[in-house]
């Protein structure tokens, strides 16, 4: 498994085919090319094949922010997930790095929560019924899961 610095536009198709929102809706895809041509995708491969793929946009108040982050249904459950979180947080420009996700998107606040990503806030009314939560992933100082201490992180 690797990442391949910034996806390119002959990666088209087979992000798409990894990406189940993208195969049902035309406007994903339109946004997947914009993506892959301003350079904001970094894609996980396996055997030179994209799996999966992130998208981190300068669009947040002026900051990073995770916009997605897509694993192929038959690739999930390998760690590709938590290689591209790494990427994404290994490879930020900017102190302060965000993302959001839909409360009832239990798999990926786990996985910000292994990862030591903190909850910065909730909006209500974007996703009827389906509040999205906020986090911001605390570069420094290190969470305590990473300096191996007692000190409880909040989350």
Known sequence: MEIIGGGAAEQFEALVAADQVAQQDRQRREQLRRWLADGSVRVATRNGSPVGYTVVEPSFFGHDFLVLIVVGEQHRKAGIGQLLMADVETRERDAKLFTSTNLSNQV????????????????????????????????????????????????
């Open 108 to 155: 990926m606040q786990r996985l910000l929560a292994r990862r030591g990503w903190v909850s910065s806030g909730m909006v209500f009314g974007l996703d009827e019924g389906d509040p999205e939560v906020f986090y911001q992933f605390p570069q420094s100082p290190r969470p305590a899961i990473e300096r191996n201490d007692t000190e409880a992180v909040s989350l």
